[in-house]
Antibody
Framework: EVQLVESGGGLVQPGRSLKLSCAAS????????MAWVRQAPKKGLEWVAT????????YYRDSVKGRFTISRDNAKSTLYLQMDSLRSEDTATYYC?????WGQGTLVTVSS | DIVLTQAPLSVSVTPGESASISCRSS???????????LYWYLQKPGKSPQLLIY???NLASGVPDRFSGSGSETDFTLKISKVETEDVGVYYC?????????FGSGTKLEIK
């Protein structure tokens, strides 16, 4: 079964860090560009970052540049998102995704 | 950034009738390779988004052929013929032509 399973979300104070993971199965992970997409509570979808299939290039939305780092381990079929200097506006459900496959999401709440 | 404008904000449909959702792009989504990089997703209540249409008019695997996508370089339409109760949720268009990737604000489909 094709699957993406996120983990690592939780409650974190402003200014602190959190690292999300996404485990892929059922498809050849190393063939796909991967992305993180987030959704604030009761809001729409917002692209966060993309990493090319071989890890050679990364792209970020302006609001997370310099604070978030997307990475991947193709040997482990796992995608990561290191989130530093978190802000309240980063509160959202974070989805790991390809254009055709989405995980179930993991909730990140940034609050004191 | 490419702005995607969806209309209407919400639509209420009687089962068995048709519904159309519009997505207008601020820039042509036709790539130099002749591919129109416009995608449609449905997010059912409490679920992750699921792919319906890719590259403007291609039906994703497992999606009923009641769904169809059409358009030009900047104006796109998702049509749902013979709406069923399981079609309720929020429909999003998305562009993957250039970074930052962007999504429309969503169209909520309800059943009368």
């Amino acid at each position: 079964e094709v699957q993406l399973v996120e983990s690592g979300g939780g409650l974190v104070q402003p200014g602190r860090s959190l690292k999300l993971s996404c485990a892929a199965s059922g498809f050849t992970f190393s063939d796909y560009n991967m992305a993180w997409v987030r959704q604030a509570p009761k809001k729409g979808l917002e692209w966060v970052a993309t990493i090319i299939y071989d890890g050679s290039r990364t792209y970020y939305r302006d609001s997370v540049k310099g604070r978030f780092t997307i990475s991947r381990d193709n040997a482990k079929s796992t995608l990561y998102l290191q989130m530093d200097s978190l802000r309240s506006e980063d509160t959202a459900t974070y989805y790991c995704a390809t254009s055709s496959i989405w995980g179930q999401g993991t909730l990140v709440t940034v609050s004191s | 950034d490419i702005v995607l404008t969806q209309a209407p904000l919400s639509v209420s449909v009687t089962p068995g009738e048709s519904a159309s959702i519009s997505c207008r792009s601020s820039k042509s989504l036709l790539s130099s390779k002749g591919i129109t990089s416009l995608y449609w997703y449905l997010q059912k209540p409490g679920k992750s988004p699921q792919l319906l249409i890719y590259r403007m008019s291609n039906l994703a695997s497992g999606v009923p052929d009641r769904f169809s996508g059409s358009g030009s370089e900047t104006d796109f339409t998702l049509k749902i013929s013979k709406v069923e109760t399981e079609d309720v949720g929020v429909y999003y268009c998305a562009q993957f032509l250039e970074y930052p990737f962007t999504f429309g604000s969503g169209t909520k489909l309800e059943i009368k």
